[in-house]
Each structure stands twice: as C-alpha cells, then as structure tokens.
C-alpha cells in the first residue's frame, strides 16, 4: 500500500505523510505558536520517523526561517534539495542540472519539491545577504522551469525592488 491508498494519509508539500510522520508534523503545527521548542522537537521526531520525508524537509526549513535561524533554514533547505534529487534520480547539484535532468515540465513529486525548494533557497540566500548566490540560483530555476512553476518570480522582484533602493 502507498499513500494514495492510505485513507489516514494527510497530504503535504513533498507528499503525503501518514502514521508518526504525520502525527509529529500535526503536533509541531499544533504548538508553534505557544511552544516553538516543543514544536521544534517534533520536527525531529518527524525527521527521524522517516527521513525520507519530503514535507518534513519543507516543515523544518520553514520552521527555521519564520524563527529567522537562516543558518539552520539554509541547512534543511540543501538537505531537502539532497533528497529530492536522490528521489527524482537526478543530481544533487543544482548547478549541474539541464533542462534535460528530469521532467521539470509538469513537475510533480520530488521534482517539484526540489523547484520549489531551490526557489526557497534564494530567498534565504538573500535574506542572509548573498545576493549573488541567490541570483546564481534564480538563473537556473529560470533555465530549468521557464514557465516559472514555483513563482521564483516573487523573489526576482525582491532583488529588483532591493537594487532600486540601494
């Protein structure tokens, strides 16, 4: 059985998650707002449950960036890129990839998943001052998704709207 099939699978940004997966990211959602390291702890909970999981890669990057820790943002964002790419068999490295490396168009699953999440990674490239890197990134979102599928576009008008205010 896989998780479509799973009735008490609840769905998530990187896949469906079911059973401890699910019930730790529930519970991290859950106290957030009155409890972040509980919330926090749970996340790991999640991550050790199955590490495979994609939406516990979204869940702990976001976490981490709302709490402005961008260092450990940045960290689950590039893991979460590792294993998308192990997932989708194409290369970690987003700076090897072609238009050619995987069915970018439609993306679904672990392509998506990394689209979304390298678009991620500049915004919190800019935030943590690299705009460079963080337009390096923009550049091959743009080569690999030109239809802009994740809304990468948001964040080059971030670096538009800062250039005109420098």
Known sequence: MDDRDDPTARPAYGGAVHGQVRDALERAAASYHNDRDAAGRWLEQAAAADPD????????????????????????????????????????????????SAVWSP??????????????????????????????????LAEIDPNDQVGAEVIRALHRGAAHAA
């Not at 590039?78 to 294993?83: D, F, I, S, T």
């Not at 979304?116 to 990134?137: C, P, W």
């Open 53 to 100: 999981a994609l939406a516990v890669y979204f869940a702990r990057y976001k976490f981490h960036f709302y709490r402005n820790q961008l260092a450990e943002a940045e960290a689950a964002a590039r893991e979460g890129l590792a294993a998308a790419a192990t997932q989708g068999g194409f290369p970690a490295d987003w700076r090897c990839l072609t238009a050619q």
């Open 107 to 140: 993306a679904a699953g672990p392509m998506r998943f990394y689209l979304f999440s390298l678009k991620a990674l500049a915004f919190i490239r800019l935030r943590r001052g690299d705009a460079e890197e963080s337009l390096a990134l923009l550049a091959k």
